[in-house]
Structure formats: structure tokens, C-alpha cells
């Protein structure tokens, strides 16, 4: 049904034969559709199509209210809103001025709203429209009050006379508000202990309760939460009764291999890598940013309970590129190539999203314990090349006193004319990425220099961004 077809008055809308739908219903049909038409349930979330999304579908259709547990930057949020993607373009709701939401046309739960069109004729009770992209509402729970969500005594309408018990004297909060729509709360042990009654009341009896006034009214809501592990399962966090009425718990994770962490931070990171000053990414540069995540995930140094963002790789991705195309912006390079020493630069996108462990890190500063798990991320990572290409060979030359000098202002054909005197056993190097392109191979000579350098082969002295590696 188009825009302009759609019924303006009760009388229409009861002649088109539409049917009303709880919240749910409607988001278990709409989703059963589009499963068995073989659609695409969840676009761009990736790595959980066959853990995550199978509890989802199940919770759609059992009709749970949710809670998706998991750490930080592990696409909770994300999970909530695409859940949107499965209710109608826009529902009908009786659309005058005093109605405190959007209330259902066949099924009113407002006393306004049912004392409307209980003497108005149905060809004059308007009816407007409600959009998919208007029924979500998400909060979060630090800071929030019972009014905020839940609702409040109106001051302004006691004083015109209206009866504190009365449906007219409350200033409705977001859950009601969003009668037929879906509310999400993040961080739910954050919220205050009176709140989490307050949803409690919401989730078992549908109801709302004011300063001791109770307003029944079955408000149809999907309600979602989510949480950390660490603060949802310390006890006195969450209130039993609250858990206890959340219908599914989604477990997430942050990705199992590395090549699901790579496609998820070229899908989010947003770059447009062309354009005039365009930038080529090696592989194995690509590689070693996202192992500093699983680095970081596993380090003794790192607040484990907190996590590790995914939005730890994105930012350090964003800042390894950011760099390579000044390079090539103030060189001419075209197209720049991302390189170790591009890496010098992630202090300021990654401090601030690591949390140190104060038991594990003893005396290391942030930044020591930073260079700790990028040494390790790229030790993993050459020790897998080293076994596909032989380049363990090279540190011989660094036997016979070589010494190269790199940095990330460095112009890359410098790095050809820096290896000239040095054994062609250095061409191994440019199996990692074969290229004839001097940005490319300048990359490639930096990381093996580097994996050396990680795996005790050689030394390295490092100043105002120029490094000199030698035996």
C-alpha cells in the first residue's frame, strides 16, 4: 500500500481489512517471511551466522524480550537496531492532539483515546501513520531515572485540577511513549535499582506504576537490553526478579579468526581508498592491526573483564591510513603504502580504549604495554610468513654489519637505493607482497626488518619517528 492509498479514518481503515498486531506478532511474521523467502536477515553483521543470529531468530519467533551479553564493541547495539529491519513500514495510530501515544485504532489503551471514538463516528476519527524508523528508541543507563523511562506525576495538570490518580495527571516516559514500538536499554546494570522495579512492572504485568499509582494498561512493547559479562553477573548489579523475566539471553563474541576481524574493519571503517591521494593496504598490514586487537584480548596487561573493542582495530586502521596518505600527500606518492612505521602513530587511537589490568601491569606505562602487544602482533604474523617464504635467511645479512634506516616520512624509493649494497637474498622480502611498485616493496622491507627485529634476530634503535635496524 502506497503513501497516498493509505486509510485516513477509522472508517478506511477498517474497510481495508488490515488487521491489528502486537509488536511481536508483527516482527515474528514480518521475520518468518523474510526467512523463508531466503532474504539476507541480518545485512553487514558478520562472524555470527552460526552462533549469535541462530538465538536471535529464535527469540524473534518464541516472542522474547532479550538481553545481549557480551563485551564491549562486539556489535550489541547494532544487533538491537537491525531487529527494526522486521517491523511494517509504518502501523496506524489514532492521531489527535491529546493522545499520549500512539495508540492502536482497533485497540485503544488510552482512556483518552477510548473515549474518543466511543462518541465520535468512525469516518471522523483521523488516523496517521507511524514509520519503522520512528518505533526504536534506545537509552542509555547510566544517569537515567524512573521519569526519564518509566514516567512522572504532571506538577502543571494537578494544579488544573485533574486527580493524582488520575491516567490524565502522568507525564508518560519513553516506554510508554513507545507503546508498539521497541525500547532498548544499554547497560543495563548501570541503572538504578528503582528503574529496574520499574521494568520489571513492564516486562511482568505491562503496567506502569507512579509514586504508588498504578495504571494498568497492557502497553505492548519489545523491550531489549544489553550488558557486560563482568557487571551483569555480579551479584546485586541486576535484580533477580528482572532477570528473571527476560525471556532469551544473546550471548556475542568478538570474532573467532582473524579473517572475519579484517572483513569487519573494512566494512566499518568507512575509507574511501581511492581519490587523489589513494592508498593500497598489504595484507599482512592488514593483518597485523587486527591481530593487535587478539593481542590485546589475551595480554596479561589488559583488563580482560572490560574487553577489547573491535572499534580498537577500525580507529588503529583509520590512524595507519591517515598516515600512509600524508605520506603520499606530502611526497607525491601515489598510491601510498601503509608501513610499520606508520604504526608509531596508533598511541593516540589506542590508548584511550585500553584499560590496564593494576594487578598484571605492575609498573608498565600504557604506552610500554601498548609496544609490548604490538611487538607480539607482528611476531605472530612475520612467523607465519617466515614459514611460507624462508625470510629467516635474511638476518644473516645483518650479520655482516648492514645497517638500514626507515621512518614514516621516508620517500620510498630511498628504501631501493638503501638496499642496493645488500645481498640479493633480500628479494625474499618481496614474496611477502609481490610488486615492482617502490611503495609496496618498501612496505615489505619494513616488515620483515621489523619480524626481525620481533623475533630477537636483530636490533633496533628508534627516534623522532626514524628507526635504524642493525645486527
Known sequence: MSVTERPRNLQALRDSGRVSKSVKQELRDNFLKALAAGEELFPGIVGYEDTVIPEINIALIA???????????????????????????????????????????????????????????????????????????????????FADIIGEIDPAKLAGGTSMSAEEALHFGLIPRMHRGVFAMNELPELDELVQVGLFNILEERDVQIRGYPVRFDIDVLVLFSANPSTYNRSGKVIPQLKDRIGSVIHTHYPRERDLGIEIMEQESGLELGGPFPVVVPRFMKEIIEEISIAARKSKYIDQQSGVSARFSLANYRTMIASARQRGARLGERPAVPRISDLGHLYSSALGKLELDLMGSHQMSERQVFDAIVAQAIRTVFEEYVDEHGLAEIAEIFGQGVRIDVGDLLPSAQYAERLKRVPPAWEKAFEVNSSSDAAVRASCVEFVLAGLYATERISRAQSHGAIRYEF
Open 63 to 145: 516472542g522474547h524480550d532479550m538481553l545481549f551479553l557480551g563485551e564491549k564493541g562486539q556489535g550489541k547495539s547494532r544487533l538491537m537496531r537491525t531487529l527494526c529491519r522486521f517491523l511494517d513500514d509504518a502501523i496506524p495510530f489514532i492521531d489527535i492532539p491529546e493522545a499520549p501515544f500512539h495508540d492502536d485504532p482497533y485497540r485503544p489503551i488510552s482512556r483518552v483515546c477510548r473515549e474518543f471514538i466511543a462518541r465520535t463516528p468512525a469516518a471522523d476519527v483521523p488516523i496517521g501513520w507511524w514509520p519503522r524508523e520512528d518505533r526504536y528508541v534506545e537509552r542509555l543507563a547510566p544517569g537515567t531515572k
